[in-house]
């Protein structure tokens, strides 16, 4: 199971840190990632890790404000947002994946935690 927190409402420029951690069977050796999902849009990929925290990748509109990283002994991931814009504003949604090229290929969500940025 995967539990996202530390959504909220921001106002743009302002900042915001998501967690997610992994309880039940886990292991350090996955790849975790953030995908994001607005209103009346498809969910996108945010970002991703990879299972030593070495590798990640960013979607372009995030990259130099968003970075994610992870504490294994934790089982959990974060996601560190800054310089926040309206646009950011949607559901944020944790999952794990074998590498980061497979990250959201397979059902394996947390329950989301909102992020509103205000203008």
């Known amino acids: 199971q995967l539990a996202e927190s530390g959504g909220g409402l921001v106002q743009a420029g302002g900042s915001l840190r998501l967690s997610c951690v992994a309880s039940g069977r886990t292991s350090s050796n996955y790849a975790m990632g953030w995908f994001r999902q607005a209103p009346g849009k498809e969910r996108e990929f945010v970002a991703a890790?990879?299972?030593?925290?070495?590798?990640?990748s960013y979607v372009d509109s995030v990259k130099g404000r968003f970075t994610i990283s992870r504490d294994n002994a934790r089982n959990a991931v974060y996601l560190q947002m800054n310089r926040l814009k309206p646009e950011d504003s949607a559901v944020y949604y944790c999952?794990?994946?074998?590498?980061?090229?497979?990250?959201?290929?397979?059902?394996?969500w947390g329950q989301g935690t909102q992020v509103t940025v205000s203008s």
């Open positions: 890790i990879n299972w030593s925290g070495e590798d990640t």
């Open positions: 999952t794990a994946a074998p590498n980061i090229v497979t990250m959201g290929k397979y059902d394996y």
